[in-house]
Structure formats: structure tokens, C-alpha cells
């Protein structure tokens, strides 16, 4: 975990799992790297915002494996699942449900599925496209830490990859042309100050 900055009221904090995917943010508001996979991105988020003071929202950014053919560019996602959680197990044991999707506030974006696996195999795309059209390692995460906190939570994701095979070459190639999209999206898209 690194908190790159000063978290301060009325101003947003920006997400990132790597440093590969910030390498071309050019903006003086605060940057967590949070490390990859969903218990570094939930136990990074949540330490920030414990030790206060909370900022006015939170964006996260970063790169996406495609589930589907033609999903590519830029998305805003609407909501987040956990794709190795499992939930019908958990609710038969206990009888509470655990991991439930979570809604963003941008309700038309498309479902990422959020598990620690890298998706790099056809069968493991093909089972998880049933679900939701893009991938990722720390989405609901910090979609929970983000909820459990109030506050508010906009996940933005550039496609890197086809989730199939040869997924991890594709994004050691990609990254960096995702990364500068990233921050133009960023640059476009979020406020200084909200």
C-alpha cells in the first residue's frame, strides 16, 4: 500500500491497484496503490479511510479483462459481484447472504466481476461471461470498504485484455496504453474539488 498525497475533505481520492496503471496520471489529488487481488485493495482502502479524514468520493481505476467478444475502451462500471465467492454455499450453512452485489451510483454501467483469480484460461472466461461482461482483482472490495465507510464509489475501467489465454502477456503489453487513458479519462472526467 502507498497513499501518494494528502487526503483532505471536499476533494476525491483515486485508486489504482498498481503503479503501472497511474504511471501517467498528471494531477496534484491524492493516489492509493493499493496492491493487486481483493484483500489489499479492501484492507488499503479501509486503512486510509479509518485514519480520516474521509475525502468526497473515491475513483477507482484500472484495467479489465474482457468476458465477452467485443467488449473494449472505457467503462464506468453500474455494479460489482465476487466471482469466487460462494454464496449459495455460505447462505446454506448459515443462512445469510454474503458478498451480495453491490449497486454504483452510475446504474447503467455494465457488471464487473471482482475475484483474486487472473483469468487466463477459456473455461474459466466462458463460466464467468454468464455473469457479468468485464473482470477485474479488487473492484467489490472497494465497493464494500468504500459502502461500509458512506462514502461514495465510481469504478472506471479500461478493457487490457480478453480474459482467455495469453491474457497476462496481453496486459504486461497493454498496461501502459491503458494507464494513459486512464489518466485522460481522469483528466477529462474528475473534479479537484466536488
Known amino acids: 500500500m502507498e497513499l501518494i498525497g494528502e487526503i483532505t475533505v471536499g476533494r476525491p481520492l483515486l485508486v489504482l491497484a498498481v503503479k503501472e496503471e497511474a504511471q501517467f496520471l498528471d494531477t496534484d489529488l491524492p493516489v492509493l496503490l493499493t496492491g493487486m487481488g481483493k484483500v489489499n485493495a479492501a484492507t488499503a482502502l479501509a486503512t486510509v479511510l479509518a485514519r480520516g479524514p474521509h475525502p468526497s468520493g473515491i475513483v477507482n481505476l484500472g484495467t479489465a479483462g474482457a468476458l465477452r467478444p467485443g467488449w473494449t475502451g472505457t467503462h464506468v462500471i453500474g455494479s460489482v459481484i465476487q466471482h469466487d465467492l460462494d454464496n449459495a454455499v455460505l447462505a446454506s450453512l448459515t443462512g445469510e447472504i454474503y458478498g451480495a452485489p453491490i449497486d454504483l451510483p452510475d446504474h447503467g454501467g455494465p457488471v464487473l466481476a471482482t475475484g483474486d483469480s487472473f483469468i487466463s484460461d477459456e473455461e474459466a472466461r466462458t463460466r464467468l461471461a454468464a455473469h457479468a461482461p468485464l473482470v477485474d ?51 477529462r472526467n474528475v473534479p479537484v474539488r466536488t
Request: charged letters at 20%; aromatic letters at 6%.
Open 137 to 187: 482483482m479488487e473492484g467489490y472490495a472497494l465497493a464494500s470498504a468504500a459502502q461500509q465507510a458512506g462514502v461514495p464509489l465510481r469504478i472506471v475501467k479500461h478493457v487490457s485484455d480478453e480474459a482467455g489465454d495469453g491474457a497476462a502477456r496481453t496486459w504486461r503489453e497493454t498496461v501502459a496504453g491503458c494507464a494513459r487513458v486512464l489518466a485522460d479519462w481522469t483528466a
